[in-house]
């Protein structure tokens, strides 16, 4: 089996997943119920979402672990079981992916900002650390290290996957265009603010996921292109602009819409291509289909 590193060291394209969220929520997942429990409660369900990814040509596959830090899981009184939960969506994900396939496992932001006093450093680092580390027990061959805005923060879980894992390390920023036209992260980040920053830290992987679809995410790549030429990077672009139809956040980009612009995403630099929000296992579908017709080598 082949590791993260020497997949990406073979110099192809390669394909993630797409969303997680959407998909539970289709699956029958309620507002205020926790996505990570699903994988003690209903794990045939998010195996299946995993499978269908693998199925429609993923290279790889996140696990269902976003939000399962032990600060996130306290919200709804599930912290002491934050390993459980977090080895059980690497091992469902590890068994939609095979041998062949490879598993991200999937650490988001916890909600606590260093910059207001609600958490402290060391609070931060505890709880990336228990989660990355159940990850790898649970068969995860990196860590993603996702839709970051802050980057105390992202160095601190960077730091925490480092030191405690030997998994390869992928962050990924959002990142929203501006009035003026620039790219910044909530916290006012631009890609040049970040991007060395990480890599420094460790990071084996950059890129963006999440906040624009596919063409916007071009010139976000571009930008990111500017300052760092050779560390692999990974987009997860949204569906599209959310807009709403009848009370509804309703992704809009087809499959088609999604996949037109992958030409352009290689052209300007990007080497694993995914989605975020919205996107289906027929996006994924036509992704790959996209990037294997190119066939390019890096």
């Not at 160095?155 to 894992?165: C, H, I, M, S």
């Amino acid at each position: 089996m082949m590791t993260f590193k020497q997949k990406l060291s073979q110099n192809k394209v390669l394909v993630s997943d797409g969303a997680w969220g959407t998909f539970l929520h289709a699956k029958g997942l309620q507002s205020g119920e926790c996505p990570e429990l699903w994988n003690i409660t209903h794990p045939e369900e998010v195996l299946d979402i995993a499978t269908s990814y693998i199925r429609a040509g993923a290279d790889m596959i996140e696990t269902n672990s976003f939000g399962g830090s032990r600060i996130k899981l306290g919200h709804y009184g599930l912290a002491v079981r934050t390993a459980d939960l977090n080895e059980a969506a690497a091992r469902i994900s590890r068994q939609a992916a095979g041998e062949e396939k490879l598993v991200l496992g999937s650490i988001g932001p916890t909600g606590k900002m260093l910059l207001m006093g609600d958490v402290t450093e060391e609070e931060l680092y505890q709880a990336f650390q228990e989660q990355a580390v159940a990850l790898q027990k649970g068969g995860a061959d990196a860590l993603c290290i996702e839709t970051m805005s802050a980057l105390d923060e992202a160095l601190l879980a960077v730091k925490a996957g480092v030191e405690n894992t030997d998994l390869a390390i992928i962050v990924t920023f959002t990142f929203e265009k501006t009035l003026q036209g620039e790219y910044r992260t909530m916290m006012g980040l631009a890609p040049g603010d970040v991007v060395q920053a990480v890599i420094d830290a460790g990071a084996d992987v950059i890129g963006a996921n999440c906040g624009n679809g596919m063409e916007r995410m071009i010139d976000i790549v571009r930008e990111i292109r500017k300052i760092d030429r050779g560390t692999p990077l990974l987009v997860h672009a949204n569906a599209g602009t959310p807009v709403i139809q009848d009370g509804k956040t309703v992704f809009p980009e087809s499959p088609e819409q999604m996949a037109q612009w992958i030409p352009q995403l290689i052209d300007a630099g990007a080497n694993i291509i995914g989605g975020c929000c919205g996107t289906t296992p027929e996006h994924i579908r036509r992704i790959a289909q996209k990037v294997r017709e190119l066939a390019v080598d890096r």
